[in-house]
């Protein structure tokens, strides 16, 4: 079992950053893959970005590539997301997940999310 609660959210400006945190419990978070959706008001909840069990490896979507980026410090049970030049668009609430199934860009591949928080970006 696994449990996840996020941090960092907030009100910025565009083109501003945030840091998003998810801390997990419990001693296997360095066994899962750990990824970042977000949902808009309207709209599915979609992948942003995925981190391999050791970090090794990332992915992104498009709308967020060269943006955002996806880390992890498996010796703080902890992976984050830095956003910068953060526009309108990005407004949603950011989940993080844990997960081992395949495709990693698939929410359905996530065993465990967190809560949740949320993001709102200003023109």
């Known amino acids: 079992q696994v449990q996840l609660v996020e941090s960092g959210g907030g009100l910025v400006q565009a083109g501003g950053s945030l840091r998003l945190s998810c801390a997990a419990s419990?001693?296997?978070?360095?066994?899962?893959?750990m990824g970042w959706f977000r949902q808009a008001p309207g709209k599915e909840r979609e992948f942003v970005a995925r981190?391999?069990?050791?970090?090794?490896?990332?992915y992104y979507a498009d709308s967020v590539r060269g943006r955002f980026t996806i880390s992890r410090d498996n010796a703080k049970n902890t992976v984050y997301l830095q956003m910068n030049s953060l526009k309108p668009e990005d407004t949603a609430v950011y989940y993080c997940?844990?997960?081992?199934?395949?495709?990693?860009?698939?929410?359905?591949?996530?065993?465990?999310w967190g809560q949740g928080t949320q993001v709102t970006v200003s023109s």
């Open positions: 981190i391999w069990r050791n970090g090794g490896s990332t």
């Open positions: 419990g001693r296997t978070f360095s066994s899962y893959a």
């Open positions: 997940a844990a997960g081992n199934s395949y495709p990693l860009i698939d929410s359905g591949a996530y065993d465990y």
